[in-house]
């Protein structure tokens, strides 16, 4: 193969540069159909070899009024200097040549691409990489030692993460209080498909010992929800990780291999309530994976579904993958490009987020028809002695300066029992004029809910009662609002209610 002038001269600069007086330049077909280029010098410690690829031919220009409607049409060079990064709506992407085909289908399932490229939507897109990178970035996760993958909800990332690691025969740990979807997933699904589950309570000092207690030979899961939706109940990471660690070894991964190999369990943990400005859950030893909900605090404005898990471990981003391409869906690419807008503006939020709810608090605290808040900034929060240790205000190691919040989310429980407290929060929750009555959480907007009669029907009541969330119990997303408007709302809804219920006719009845 003849090498152009422009090819040798480059290597003549190269070698040049590094002082080698003489070289032989060499060319030969690879095994992979590859044209590589050998420099080989008069010194027998340098050698090097690089890849030439051919030049991507460019398509005739259309001509015909049909082709030219079938035809794409690109911008010129320049086009993609624009700041933000473009939204990428392909579903497939164009190839040099059938060699490069044959290596993006024979590469091991990850995140992210090499130099390769993209092959097709459902294996991974631009855009959904590149808020991946953003969420891994904020979880502490460089790209050579971890990755992200994006799926096109919260409960698509929790399933996708069970699914790769879990098989018939194992057994998994999961907490009394977990949110409704993980819990329906795991009891109507995963013990079908002939998976074990034992659930535990996972909250305050003892919450380590009870997972530690609940481990058997086949566990192969250990899942956690800190803080816990919805009663904002706390768990010691660190104590639970440090529990598997001792009980099972250090993990050892090992590339290349099944994340079904592995010994010990996967320690995974839900963190949507507090988000990496707060919490960092890779930064603990011994936690492989964290989970978000990213259509709630991270995209930020109750307008997309997305859900994310990040992790160091290659055996288990590889399984991840795989399921994500065969079974669930990456985040698509508009709902990529809005989520990574949104997460521009995490830092300011949640500090305007904590420090709206510190005020809600402290008067709910205070009135008589509530008879207890669970807010983690209160000195009443059962899991105080943690909350310091969870929620870093999105300080960096260095900082000193930061505004301490504790989240956005708000528990608190009216007075009352078994009926007349399930009336009583529906009402108040009712008769709010400022504060939306919806699910979710983690917008810009307040919302609030009522576990009991909404999103945790699914679970039984003697289950629900022992994870910690009575009939009685109302959870609030305090969202950016100015404070004494959500102060008022809340007081006046409250106000309405008298020890018999909340019969009181609206004002415009």
Known sequence: MMLSYSRVAFFSWIASSVGISAFHVGVHQSSSSRTVLNVATNDNDIKVDAEIRPKKQSHAKPKSFATKCASLYHPNPGGERGLAPPVYFGSTFLLDDAAQGARLHE????????????????WGAPTNEAAALQIAALEGVDVNEGQCLLFNSGMSAITSCLMAVL?????????????????????????????????VDAAGPDGPSNYRAAFRENTKVVYTETPANPTMRLTDLEGVAKAVDEHYGIAEDVVGSSPHDRKRPWVMCDGTF?????QRILDIPGMDVSIHSATKYLGGHSDILAGS??????????????VQKLITVPLNPMDSFLLARGIRTLDVRMQRHGENALKV?????????????????????????????????????????????????ISFVTIGEDEDALRRARNVCERLRV??????????????????????????????????LPDGLIRISVGLEKASDLVEDLKASLDLCDEDGCDVPFEDE
């Not at 709910?364 to 240790?389: C, I, Q, T, W």
């Open 274 to 278: 507090a988000t990496p400005y707060h």
């Open 361 to 409: 608090a402290k008067m709910l605290e205070e009135h008589p028809m509530v008879s207890a808040v669970y807010y983690p900034g209160l000195d009443s929060h059962p899991d105080r002695y943690l909350a310091d240790s969870i929620y870093r205000s999105g300080r960096d190691d260095d900082d000193d300066d930061a505004i301490q919040t504790y989240g956005g989310m």
């Open 107 to 122: 590469k091991r399932e990850q995140p992210y691409t090499d130099e390769d490229g993209f092959v097709y939507s459902r």
């Open 167 to 199: 098989k018939a025969g194992d057994h998994a740990i999961f907490p009394f209080t977990v949110y409704g979807g993980t819990h329906e997933f795991v009891t109507e699904f995963a013990t079908q498909w002939g998976i074990e589950v034992t659930f």
């Open 435 to 468: 504060i939306n009555l919806a699910v979710s959480l983690g917008g810009v907007e307040s919302l609030c809910e009522h576990p009991a009669s909404m999103t945790h029907t699914m679970i039984p009541r003697e289950q629900r009662l022992a994870g910690g």
């Open 309 to 322: 898990a990040t992790s160091r471990s290659e055996p288990f981003l590889h399984g991840c993958a795989k």
